[in-house]
């Protein structure tokens, strides 16, 4: 069994994408906590050093198939905002948030590729 207790699952019940990635989990043994992403999505400081220490594009951390970045027309806006008004619209809420997002502060994956996970999480 991995001994990770500080990976956390951001997930949402009704994604069939975050219930692949906690089924994965499971199966292979990770402890994690999980967190409702839409109830508590994390905080703008907890996403700045989450993306900080992923190494990834901010605009990645973007559910561009949610109805919220469709009508925000975010395809449009996020190319002109800054890193910081970025991180603004992600924490105010988490179905902006492309899931599920694992992470243990110091690695991160986005979305659910089982390659990327066993990679990452994996013995």
């Given at each position: 069994m991995t001994n990770a207790p500080n990976?956390?699952?951001?997930?949402y019940a009704k994604c069939g994408t975050c219930r692949k990635a906690?089924?994965?989990l499971d199966t292979n043994e990770v402890t994690y906590t999980e967190i409702p992403i839409v109830d508590t999505p994390p905080s703008k400081e907890e996403l700045h050093q989450i993306w900080q220490n992923s190494g990834l594009d901010i605009r990645k951390?973007?559910?561009?198939?949610?109805?919220?970045?469709r009508e925000?027309?975010?395809?449009?806006?996020l190319p002109t905002m800054s890193e910081d008004e970025m991180l603004e619209l992600l924490a105010s809420n988490g179905k902006l948030i492309k899931r599920p997002l694992i992470t243990n502060g110091?690695?991160?994956t986005l979305g659910f590729?089982?390659?990327t996970l066993e990679e990452m999480w994996g013995k």
């Open positions: 990976i956390r699952l951001y997930s906690k089924q994965w951390f973007f559910n561009t198939s949610g109805q919220f970045y925000l027309n975010l395809k449009e806006k110091a690695k991160t590729k089982e390659q």
